[in-house]
Each structure stands twice: as C-alpha cells, then as structure tokens.
C-alpha cells in the first residue's frame, strides 16, 4: 500500500505543477481509525496529503456534478478511481456531465475496501482506538484489548461480489498486483432472495424500508444521483410525502429511487454504506443490475462510446416478462 501511495502522490504532484489539470480528487488521513475521507488538492506542494488504503470507500465520482460549473469553463479535473469510481466516472461523460478530455482518471486496481460495520461489531461495545492494516491482516485496538484478523473477514459485501477491481479506462494506472475475487457472484446472493415467494420478498423490503428516516444519505452518497431537483424535493407537484410517518412514501421513495438507477448502478455500495440505519439499499438496485445484464445484456460504465440502456433500442433486446401469451 505504500508504494501505490507514493505513486499515487507522485502522478498527482506531476500533473498539478505541469498544469495538465486544476483539481485533485483523491482521500486523505481521516480523524477516525477507520476512515480515509475525500480530499481536494490544488496545489502540487499539498499531493503529500494522499493516502490510500482499505478505507478509502467512497465513490470519488459523486463530487464531479458539483463541479459541472468548473467543468464548463474548460477546466480538467483528476480523479483517483477504483474500479467502481471509473465506471461511474465513464457514467458521467455518457450523460454529459463532463467531457472524457477533461477528466484525468487515476486508476488504481482494488482489491476490495473494509467494511466499518463488520469491524464495530467484532469489538462491540469497546471503541476502537486504534487499526493497522499489514500485508493480509487488519489489527483492531480498543481501550481493553487487541484482536488481529484476516482482512477478508470485513471486506464490504459489495467489494466481495464486485467483478471489476481494475479500472476499465484511466489515463494513469497505478500498477499493482491485486489479488483474484474472492469467487462470490452477485447473482448467487440475488438468486437467493428471487427463490423467496412475492410476499415474502415483499415482507423483507418493507422490514428493510421501515428503518428509514429520510435523512438522503444514500442519495447523496450516490454517483448517479446528481439531478438538480430530486423528486422528494418536488412540491409542483408533489410527489410524494416528505415526512417518515407515512410507510407508502417511505417505500416510494425507495422504489423510485431504485428505477431511476436502472441500468445507471455500477454497485460500488456507496448507498448501504452511508445509510446510518443499514438498510441493505445495495441489494435493491443490485436486483436492476442484474436483470439489465439478463434482459439488455448490459452492464454500467464498461465502453465509454456506448449509450446507457435506457437510451437506446436494439432489436436483439430481450422481451421476456414483457408479454405473457394467453
């Protein structure tokens, strides 16, 4: 890890004193054992700052909406991308959030980020004090005692199941040997909710749902979701109710928000993990992704000059579930 960082610094150093862009998107030291936050570097004299480590967990492709004015003035941004974040970074130039020339991706293989749930609760209810991350292993400091595990035993669910840890496109590649996936596929944990009857997958969402409480979280955590007015905003018309007493708009919200991402998902898990009630959020659109794989033979983000899925038509297109013969 430290190499990849000093690469990391080392591109990025490079491409502000040369100019070649006007923002660095990448992670910092965070103020918490378990956490890398985003970080935006101006300046070459402050590329020191980058760190990267199992922890770096956000998709860093949210932040370049909030840049479109910039963007706009012909400026060029660079971008430390895992596999997920170029996907979704390749999302935004379909859709004309930003123009490919002016994003500079930084690509770096992953091989899959911690989850801080999956670590909490290993020590519960001591606080952590203290993680070091050494070759395999993740070494857990509380105020009372010392545990030392397998990195894999909390790897995020979304990381375990992801199928693109190198980067499909980048411009710098941060060469580093990345360990094969694990060998679960999405589409066994998917398939085993489908084998759930209706009602009891729709008991299930509505369980999940009930914990909400409107706070946004996996809206703003999401690359995807960058409309200027979201639909629970809208008051002509209303859409929907805006308070948590009402389970209908609790689940419209959740329903909603899961079709807008139809074949637009690239199941980075920025959503389940920024939802502070954990509520299994992933494994909605992840549902989507799948049957845009089944149906559209699509996935999001993997060839740059091709359309998204719902913008386009092709007669091969599956029609199954479309029409029912009688």
Request: net charge negative.
């Amino acid at each position: 890890m430290e190499n990849t960082e000093k690469k990391i610094r080392e591109v990025a150093q490079k491409l502000l004193k040369d100019k070649k862009v006007n923002l660095v998107i990448g992670f910092e030291k965070g103020t918490l054992p378990w956490k890398s936050r985003p970080v935006f570097i101006r300046k070459h004299e402050d590329a020191d700052k980058l760190v990267w480590n199992q922890f770096c967990e956000n998709n860093l492709a949210v932040y370049i909406p909030f840049y479109k004015k910039m963007l706009d003035k012909g400026n060029t941004i660079a971008v430390i991308a895992k596999g997920c974040d170029a996907r979704s970074l390749i999302l935004h130039v379909q859709e004309n959030v930003a123009k490919r020339e002016q994003l500079i991706i930084i690509g770096v293989p992953c091989e899959g980020m911690l989850d801080r749930r999956k670590i909490e609760k290993e020590v519960a209810p001591g606080e952590i004090t203290k993680i070091i991350l050494k070759d395999d292993s993740v070494t857990i400091k509380t105020e009372k005692e010392e545990t030392e595990q397998k990195q894999s035993n909390f790897l995020s669910d979304d990381c375990i199941m992801c199928t693109h840890r190198k980067p499909v496109v980048y411009d710098e590649l941060i060469v580093v040997n990345i360990k094969e996936p694990p060998g679960v596929k999405r589409e066994t944990i998917l398939n085993e909710f489908e084998k759930k009857d209706p009602q009891d997958r729709w008991k299930y969402f509505s369980e999940e749902v009930s914990r909400c409480i409107r706070c946004y979280a996996c809206r703003n955590a999401c690359p995807g979701c960058y409309c200027n007015e979201c639909f629970v905003d809208c008051s002509q018309p209303q859409w929907i109710g805006t308070t948590v007493d009402s389970e209908t708009d609790l689940q419209l919200f959740q329903i909603i928000r899961t079709f807008h991402l139809a074949g637009r998902c690239v199941n980075c898990g920025s959503c389940s993990r920024a939802c502070p009630m954990d509520i299994d959020i992933s494994l909605l659109v992840s549902k989507l992704s799948q049957d845009s794989k089944q149906f559209f033979n699509y996935e999001t983000g993997l060839e740059i000059d091709d359309m998204p899925m719902l913008n386009k038509y092709s007669e091969d297109d599956s029609n199954e579930g479309f029409f029912e013969e009688h």
